[in-house]
Structure formats: structure tokens, C-alpha cells
């Protein structure tokens, strides 16, 4: 098999962020039974798919793999019932003002984990986010620690 050229992967990569904003844009909220309330999808959570958060940009790999996991993220947003992380904490919000000091506010970050896919399963990490009393957002997702080399068992699991 032919190694992916730098062109070719960056081609991808504009064909998945056309349609991850497709996604977005028919999708500006999805209902979750977890807190029986619409998370909003916005610019800020898409960008942080394709930004850290010091606003450099991911790799072409971390961008395409986070891009091609928003599908399921949905999925799991809009099926997840039980939580399984959660992180309070005061943040720099917004730009500085002009005595260069940011505003802080309280941030909110919700973590619920879910085996995903059909023929290869992974396990993946859907992110939601709250700033101040804001709305819930989704943040990001991610594959639960590592993507390629990860087992997961499908088959007696009940004899464990």
C-alpha cells in the first residue's frame, strides 16, 4: 500500500472539515438525556477540534482523527445516560483587556466514555463544556488513551 503523500492527507483533511461543518450547521444542538437539556455545537468546540488551546493548530493526524470521530460523538452524546468525568475550575476567558488582565470564569467540563464502531470497535472520550452559566457545549472528543494499539473485548467478557 502507497504511503499517503503530505498533498494528499492535506486534501483529506479539507474534505473532512467541509463536512464536520456540514454536521455542525444541520446539528446546532443535539438533545442529551444525561442532563435533559440541548448541548449547542458552535465555533468555539469546532475549533478546539482543529486548535489546541493555546490556538496553534493539531497536526493533520490529530485533526483528522478528531474530525473523523464527531459523527460518533453525536451518537454518544445523544445516548449517554451516566457520567464518567467531571472537572470544575476558574479559567482565562476571552481576550485581555487592555491592561492585559483576562476575565476568569468558572469552567465546566463533563466526560462520558463510550465504546464505538462496527467492525473495529475503540473506546472514545465525548467532551462537553459549560462557561459561567452558559450553555452546555460540545468540546471535543477524543480516543480513550491509546487508538491504535487499544483491545477491546467483545466476546466473554461475563467470565471475567
Not at 442532563?35 to 490556538?55: E, M, Q
Not at 467540563?109 to 452559566?133: C, M, N, P, S, T
Request: proline share 3%; hydrophobic share 30%.
Amino acid at each position: 500500500m502507497d504511503k499517503e503523500t503530505d498533498e494528499q492527507k492535506s486534501e483529506r483533511l479539507k474534505i473532512k472539515i467541509e463536512k464536520t461543518k456540514e454536521i455542525y450547521s444541520k446539528n446546532s444542538e443535539i438533545w442529551c438525556p444525561y442532563f435533559s437539556a440541548n448541548i449547542t455545537l458552535n465555533s468555539d468546540g469546532f475549533n478546539h477540534l482543529i486548535n489546541k488551546p493555546n490556538r496553534l493548530p493539531r497536526t493533520v493526524d490529530e485533526q483528522l482523527l478528531k474530525l473523523s470521530l464527531v459523527k460518533k460523538a453525536l451518537e454518544v452524546i445523544h445516548k449517554s445516560g451516566t457520567l464518567q468525568e467531571y472537572r470544575d475550575r476558574m479559567e482565562k476567558t476571552g481576550k485581555p483587556a487592555r491592561d492585559g488582565f483576562y476575565k476568569t470564569s468558572r469552567v465546566q467540563y463533563w466526560g462520558f466514555h463510550a465504546i464505538v464502531g462496527e467492525q473495529k470497535k475503540i473506546k472514545i472520550v465525548v467532551v462537553l463544556r459549560k462557561i459561567g452559566d452558559g450553555k452546555l457545549t460540545f468540546w471535543s472528543v477524543l480516543p480513550h488513551k491509546k487508538f491504535n494499539n487499544q483491545k477491546l473485548y467483545t466476546d466473554g467478557i461475563e467470565e471475567e
